[in-house]
């Protein structure tokens, strides 16, 4: 289903599929050596989905699946992104667009600290209720917000409990590809606007404008594989504000991640063979930001 202005989804069904399809990444990411993702939780929710061909990925431990591929990148990605939480320490953590992940059941995190999550009121309802039938227990405080990014969820935020005053780790894991340049440089106001000095933010980018065709370009091999839907027919490449550059002119400090070189070095799981737009994602699209001023 190709992405329109307001549009909604479920679990199986345009952006809602691929944090299916994510989710059944991190499932078999529990096979490869070693295993990045630690998410027990994963191939429960792909099992309540009822996606046959990643229901049939994940029960079969098919390594040679379009899942298992994204296995070899999610798992990276997965664990970047929960040692940002780790090493942040915030007392308050904000998940935007928090899928299917379980980083409130499945993390440590310091004591009397709130993770908020973030997404589309349906996504939500269904990780409630798989979480809910497993009588899964988080291990910190937990707050699941169901609003649309393209709609005032800032607002939904501060009435759900959340404390500007305190300083936030703030995780865009898989999300911005998927917003319109315009609202995505409104969400980075926003998110600004809400951080506390010492507050911290782990992004992953999406495509520049214009490149979003060369992107789709080097991913038919993967889409043959899956029935997942195309990624041009998902993502936006029109114009937005150079993020790096625009918190780093509002007191953030960014550094930019090469996630190929923290694969080999850090994760002892080299990234091989990866398509020219997954091996540019996962060196140049990623970065942490510290707001110190």
């Given at each position: 289903m190709a992405r329109s202005a307001g549009d909604d989804w479920d679990i199986v069904t345009s952006v809602g599929y691929t944090a299916l399809a994510v989710c059944a990444a991190r499932a078999l990411d529990a096979a490869l050596d070693p295993p990045l993702a630690n998410d027990?939780?994963?191939?429960?929710f792909v099992a309540a989905a009822g996606e046959p061909n990643l229901a049939?990925?994940?029960?079969?431990?098919?390594?040679?699946?379009?899942?298992?591929?994204?296995a070899q990148w999610v798992g990276v990605r997965t664990r970047f992104f929960d040692?940002?939480?780790?090493?942040?320490?915030?007392?308050?953590?904000v998940i935007l667009a928090a899928g299917l992940d379980c980083r409130a059941y499945r993390l440590a995190w310091p004591a009397g600290?709130?993770?908020?999550?973030?997404?589309?009121?349906?996504?939500?309802?269904?990780?409630?209720?798989?979480?809910?039938?497993?009588?899964?227990?988080?291990?910190?405080?937990?707050?699941?917000?169901?609003?649309?990014?393209?709609?005032?969820?800032?607002?939904?935020?501060?009435?759900?409990?959340?404390?500007?005053?305190?300083?936030?780790?703030w995780a865009l894991e898989g999300?911005?590809?998927?917003?319109?340049?315009?609202?995505?440089?409104?969400?980075?106001?926003?998110?600004?606007?809400?951080?506390?000095?010492?507050?911290?933010?782990?992004?992953e980018l999406g495509p520049d404008p214009g490149e979003l065709k060369e992107w789709a370009d080097s991913f038919p091999t993967i889409d043959q594989l899956s029935t997942q839907p195309p990624i041009a027919e998902l993502w936006y490449d029109d114009p937005r504000v150079d993020t790096k550059d625009?918190?780093?002119?509002?007191?953030?400090?960014?550094?930019?991640?090469?996630?190929?070189?923290?694969?080999?070095?850090?994760?002892?799981?080299?990234?091989?063979?990866?398509?020219?737009a997954f091996d540019r994602l996962m060196r140049a699209k990623f970065f942490t930001a510290t707001r110190t001023h």
């Open positions: 027990e939780f994963a191939a429960g049939a990925a994940v029960t079969n431990t098919d390594l040679s699946s379009a899942a298992a591929f994204n040692d940002f939480f780790t090493d942040a320490g915030a007392p308050q953590a600290s709130t993770v908020f999550e973030v997404d589309q009121p349906r996504v939500i309802e269904f990780k409630h209720r798989v979480l809910e039938q497993r009588g899964a227990v988080p291990t910190t405080g937990r707050v699941a917000i169901a609003v649309d990014l393209r709609e005032d969820w800032a607002a939904a935020l501060s009435a759900a409990g959340f404390d500007p005053g305190q300083p936030t780790a999300l911005l590809p998927y917003l319109p340049g315009a609202a995505q440089d409104a969400l980075f106001e926003k998110l600004h606007e809400l951080s506390a000095i010492g507050s911290h933010i782990a992004a625009w918190l780093g002119q509002r007191g953030w400090s960014v550094t930019g991640v090469d996630l190929v070189a923290k694969a080999a070095n850090d994760y002892g799981r080299p990234l091989e063979g990866l398509p020219p």
